[in-house]
């Protein structure tokens, strides 16, 4: 009863119901046009389209990121003939039915464009991965992607599955600001995932580098560009002598990171704690636990990626190895562990409600229980922020592999405990 496809849109929107998520109501189901429900989907996705809520928390991303992806995936079902009838008559209880087929965006397609899959073009339309852009920003006419994965920890190989084949250069409408490099002047590195990542050098400096990750429309993009809101991206292109080169599209306005080696470690100092939206890792930086790098889990990458890292432009995995319970994680960062706040379990917590009826998070200052820190519930987010503008903390409530729960902070209260009554 559970597919993967249904329980991602239960977790984003508590229903599985595609029409519901896209925003199609009952009486609209039954005369629904490829128009129409074109319409609703542009309206939902920019709503949670990742740019929208790239300044926000973390954590807010990387919900909208998951209401975005359900809003692909509905209509990826719902804008194909095929795959409707199916939802239609079975829902989702089967992944099979909802695989793309002959509609995947690939290079067979590309040179067959818009022909005899009339319901397919819709999906092909929206196929640049999270490409929503807006009004302001379409008059260059080029058509490229805003989104980039590695900024919310998200890729997009829910909407468009992931082949890394090589494009032709037709494809690519880049008019101005090209350039082509060379190997060994990039490298294609392997991620923890089995994804890749590329990477350049800064001129001839080989001690500095960018990285880019592949979005759904198979080009890498800078992530620390895109995070300047730039776009600066990459392909994979191959010669007439079948050799490969990468073709970049504009230059950087990001400073490049320290090359480095790909080091893997393994490691048992670790906690994979549970929350509302999904799981979070603590892998801790010293033996006394005073420091550690936090870590989202990210479904559709497969693996963990530490949140610091993605803000400085680096993609940094970890993953559980589920043979040994040990843990494989990237071993350069490019950020600096943050200082480990101890756990507030049970007896130093409350929930309860506020003068105005709402859940509140109580946190006792002292043992006593004379003083405390109020935090209320941010619904859409799943977590507690503290009361006190502009201490703002957030608070969340997560459980250990043993079912323990406790209250997790991220930083120190910038505001005064006040009394408890
Ligand atoms: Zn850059
Ligand atoms: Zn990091
Ligand atoms: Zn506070």
Redesign the pocket.
Known sequence: MSSAISKRCLEAFQTDDLYTIIGITAEEKDDLTDAKLKKAYHKKSKEWHPDRHADKHPEERVVATGKFQVIADAYRILGNPRMKAIYDTEGLLDDDNFVDTNDEVNNDQKETPEEDNSGDEAANEMAPMGSYQSEEENDEGIEYSTYEDSIDGYDSDVILPENEEFISDEEMDYSSNESDVDSPDYEIRPLLNGKTKLITFYFNDRSKCYHYYLNGDNRYYCSKCHSEKHTCCAVLLKNANGEQYIQMKNDHVCEPIDYYDDEIVTTTNFEIYQKQTGKELFIFADDDRSHF?QYYHVKQKKCYV????TK?G?N?QAILNPKTGELEAEAF???E?QSYIPKIDASQYLIDKSNRGKPQLVVFADRFKKNCFKFHWHKKYGYYICNKKPCSIIAKLLKSSNGEKFVQMYKEHKCHPVPYE
């Open positions: 790098y530490c949140d610091q890292c400085n680096k940094t960062h490019q950020c562990p």
